[in-house]
């Protein structure tokens, strides 16, 4: 079976014809691997399929796949917290023999003794640095755009809607974007609430399919994408919910895949919308009729070093974000055409 | 025994059971993702990351639904993705929507992994001279339309024009050679 490994190659144009489309793409299918099995293949796919299934064994994250080997050390160290969090949902899955609990134990601590050994004697940008760095500029952000939003809004009531937990609310991780957020408010601007949408129920899938068998397994929640639960009708509802009690929502979380179908936009009384994460690829418009009061973004230029960012928060914002609003969003796209959808 | 691209619900989905799903449905996956994105490592990458979901989601997979269908609605979703990183205008959705009937229409005439793409590889054999010819140098060669020109002596207007006719006569073909009158044929 031919496997094509050679460099990318200019292909020809597609069949202009959509009832033939579908043709011309078995077409090309036939011409890049005949008419059997592509043994290369399916062997690539499958060994992506164990690759997976040892990652989420260790709560790893997969890297993207067109660049399996392009994990840096850094990432790799980050690996090391998610690793924990496995451990800690393995010992809540309550399916184990009671021996392992002792191993459990003795392995969380081993692992945290190792990562107050690794931090305080590593040198160079150790994961301690490389989190401390990633973390102020995640403050920087919230940071930024809450002194804005609190200039320009004061008085105002704030929804924040933030990532789910792994663990529950109960065990809320400490948000970096929202900590900068609250400290851009200051007294200006009050969150009623932070929010988050509802994850998927935990799913154990290693069973049979469409049946939980409550054998022992990792949960695969970590997995589930964003857009498979933060969808357009789960957006409207949090903003519905603390209708009347807030008039500006900021999202650390970007906005659903499906943002066209919201509601929100139609609203004849909506909140304030504002952006500390996520994309605005399609938003501009969204700019210019004022539907989003501010959002951040990630500077094309950016700036990306092992330095600690600058001292000050808009020294250090503009290293790496910008800040964009309805009044800067034509000067923005003029820079910065590539952030946009045409 | 089950019905062709049904999954038992009894079946606990492993790696090596979920191979056997890889095995079967890889090829018409490729191809759909080769209708969208006619490019061979973009293609290959979105069908092994729709797998990968669908291993990952199976658990949620309903077992009275057909599995190329459900994937092809992953692919779908990956090719949109894709596209908004890349930053390319994505296929239009009634485009999308004609590729997706076609291969409905296939899912019901297909009665074994493979036997579409024997029956277009014999149809290319059964066309004239100078169709073949054509979708020899374009497909098979992957030759962009001016070389092909080139290659065939005219200009690129009639390269398009042969090259239609011969999807049309495949297309009919097709389905003459699976046997059912269902296969949509061209306007």
């Excluded at chain 1, 009832?19 to 890049?32: P, S, Y």
């Excluded at chain 1, 809004?153 to 974007?177: H, Q, S």
Aim: contains cysteine; hydrophobic residues 40%.
């Amino acid at each position: 079976m031919s496997q094509d490994n050679s460099q990318p190659k200019a292909e020809p144009d597609l069949a202009p014809d959509p009832a033939l489309r579908a043709l011309d793409g078995m077409l090309r299918e036939l011409a890049r691997a005949g008419t059997g099995t592509d043994d290369a293949f399916v062997q690539r796919v499958m060994t992506a399929v164990r690759e997976s299934d040892a990652e989420t064994a260790t709560g790893a994250v997969a890297a993207p796949l067109s660049a399996p080997h392009r994990v840096s050390q850094a990432q790799h160290r980050l690996a090391i917290p998610q690793l924990l969090a496995a451990l800690v949902r393995t010992w809540r899955a309550n399916v184990r023999p009671a021996w392992t609990t002792g191993l459990a134990l003795a392995c969380v601590a081993l692992v945290a003794a190792t990562l107050v050994i690794h931090c305080l004697t590593a040198t160079g940008p150790s994961m301690c640095k490389v989190m401390d760095r990633e973390l102020r500029y995640q403050f920087v952000l919230g940071s930024k755009l809450g002194l804005y939003v609190a200039e320009k809004y004061a008085g105002a009531k704030a929804l924040v809607i933030v990532p789910p937990t792994v663990f529950g609310d109960g065990e809320r991780r400490r948000n970096a974007v929202v900590d900068g957020l609250k400290e851009g408010f200051g007294g200006a601007i009050t969150v009623v609430a932070e929010a988050s949408p509802e994850r998927p129920p935990v799913t154990d899938r290693r069973t049979t399919v469409g049946v939980s068998t409550g054998e022992s397994g990792i949960p695969a929640d970590m997995a589930a994408p964003q857009e498979s639960y933060f969808t357009a009708e789960v957006f409207d509802r949090l903003v519905k919910k603390y209708a009347g009690k807030v008039d500006l929502v900021v999202t650390t979380i970007g906005l659903p895949q499906d943002m066209a179908k919201m509601e929100f936009w139609h609203m004849s009384s909506r909140p304030r919308l504002a952006l500390a994460g996520g994309s605005v690829h399609e938003l501009k418009n969204a700019f210019s009729t004022g539907a989003i009061v501010a959002a951040v973004a990630y500077s094309p230029c950016a700036r990306y070093s092992d330095k600690p960012p600058a001292s000050g928060v808009s020294e250090a914002f503009a290293e790496r974000f910008l800040l964009i609003t309805p009044e800067n969003i034509e000067e923005i796209s003029r820079q910065f055409p590539e952030l946009f959808m045409e | 025994m089950s019905e062709p691209g049904k999954i038992s619900g009894e079946r606990a989905m492993d790696s090596q059971a979920f191979e056997a799903l890889v095995r079967q449905h890889h090829r018409r996956l490729l191809g759909y993702a080769l209708a969208l994105v006619p490019v061979r490592q973009v293609a290959e990458d979105l069908v092994q990351e729709t797998f990968l979901t669908a291993y990952r989601e199976m658990s949620r997979f309903e077992t009275d639904r057909d599995f190329g269908a459900w994937a092809r609605g992953i692919l779908r979703n990956k090719y949109r993705e894709w596209a908004r990183r890349q930053r390319e205008i994505p296929t239009d959705a009634a485009t999308l929507n004609a590729i997706d009937e076609q291969h409905a229409l296939w899912d019901r005439v297909e009665a074994a992994p493979g036997e579409l793409l024997g029956a277009l590889q014999d149809c290319i054999r059964k066309l004239p001279e100078v169709l073949r010819q054509v979708v020899d140098l374009f497909y098979m060669q992957r030759k962009p339309g001016a070389e092909v020109a080139s290659n065939v002596s005219c200009d690129a207007a009639t390269v398009r024009k042969r090259l239609q006719r011969a999807r049309e006569q495949l297309a009919a073909c097709v389905a003459s050679v699976l046997g059912r009158e269902t296969v949509r044929s061209p306007q």
